[in-house]
């Protein structure tokens, strides 16, 4: 699966949208972007995820540019819950056994401001 | 529905005790996996099963064994535990799209964690 790369830390003020990045340059065609969130302590949690269209659901919006090799997770008006690690993972998506797996990285501490 | 339940939440063990975690999910999910998280790492894949019968390793297996004799049940092992073992561990299981001709539709469900430390 494709290495992702992501700012360490980022803040952002409470009912702002924020915009976390992430590069994912090695991508392949049959790769998806998947975004989870981890909150102190709690089991990861899973956002949202897309192949090459933009994506929203209820929690998130999804951006992947056109060449796929980055992409831009959207919380529309953050609130003090969201402070959490957020992981961007990209992995292939096969109709084969034992090609399931989720390679987490370190993330990005994400800290709302009141 | 009580999703992913792992067991017990926290443990301090001696080097050189064995203990079993436990994992169990109720959403008939094929694919169950553990982690381990340790500070400035990230989650690290250990042990992963795509059904019931069928193991794998992952990213750091070493000291670790797992067996999947039913879909709903994904035990960890440390038959020998070392003060590197101390760590928090994730157990998740994956509704995966695919088995079902959804391609992408996949989903993890991570249990709430087992905060385990080796003295």
């Known amino acids: 699966d494709a290495k992702t790369t992501q700012p360490p830390s980022m803040d952002c003020a409470e009912g702002r949208a924020a915009n976390l990045p992430c590069n994912h340059s090695t991508i392949s065609g049959n790769e998806y972007v998947y975004w989870y969130r981890q909150i102190h302590s709690q089991g990861p949690q899973y956002i949202i995820h897309?192949?090459?269209n933009n994506e929203t659901n209820e929690m998130a919006s999804l951006i992947i540019t056109e060449d796929r090799k980055s992409s831009t997770l959207i919380l529309p008006h953050a609130t003090l819950r969201d402070t959490a690690v957020y992981y961007c993972i990209v992995r292939v998506v096969s109709l084969l056994f034992g090609n399931e797996k989720l390679t987490f990285g370190t993330g990005t501490r994400l800290t709302i401001i009141p | 529905n009580a999703g992913v339940t792992q067991t017990p939440k926290f443990q301090v063990l001696k080097t050189g005790q064995s203990m079993t975690l436990q994992c169990a999910q109720d959403m008939n999910h094929e694919y169950m996996s553990w982690y381990r998280q340790d500070p400035g790492m990230g989650l690290r894949l250990i042990h992963y099963?795509?059904?019931?019968?069928?193991?794998d390793q992952g990213e750091v297996p070493n000291g670790y064994n797992v067996s999947r004799s039913t879909t709903e049940d994904f035990p960890l092992r440390l038959l020998s535990a070392a003060p590197s073992q101390t760590s928090v561990y994730f157990c998740?299981?994956?509704?995966?799209?695919?088995?079902?001709?959804?391609?992408?539709?996949?989903?993890?469900?991570f249990g709430q964690g087992t905060r385990l430390t080796v003295v």
């Open positions: 897309g192949l090459k």
């Open positions: 998740a299981s994956i509704l995966e799209g695919n088995f079902r001709g959804l391609e992408g539709n996949t989903e993890a469900f």
């Open positions: 099963s795509v059904g019931a019968g069928i193991t």
